[in-house]
């Protein structure tokens, strides 16, 4: 069974720097695209950043600039640097892994980043 697993979440100040990473399992992230979703309570879950199996990155606008985005298939880790944090990166955050060229998805089950004086 594949299973993705978060940490690295928390409380944080405002302009304070937290870094997640997620860990796969039975899984191989060479044959994935990767990425993190995050949902704010009350809000649609939204796409923050993704990690082609090539490398390439996409970001939301609201955090590029901010937030780095990095895998290591080796390892089968990804990870999320997030800079610059601000309140409305409040949220739960998920890491995915979408199949380059099937239709499996899996979900990590989230880590809470709260930002806050």
């Known amino acids: 069974q594949v299973q993705l697993v978060e940490s690295g979440g928390g409380l944080v100040q405002p302009g304070g720097s937290l870094r997640l990473s997620c860990v796969g399992s039975?899984?191989?992230?060479?044959?994935?695209?990767l990425g993190w979703y995050r949902q704010a309570p009350g809000s649609q879950r939204e796409l923050v950043a993704s990690?082609?199996?090539?490398?390439?990155?996409n970001y939301v606008d609201s955090v590029a600039g901010r937030f780095t985005i990095s895998a290591d298939n080796a390892k089968n880790t990804m990870t999320l640097q997030m800079n610059g944090l601000k309140p409305e990166d409040t949220a739960v955050y998920y890491c995915y892994a979408q199949q380059i060229s099937g239709p499996a998805r899996y979900w990590g089950r989230g880590t809470q980043v709260t930002v806050s004086s």
């Open positions: 039975r899984i191989n992230f060479s044959f994935y695209t």
């Open positions: 990690i082609s199996n090539g490398g390439r990155t």
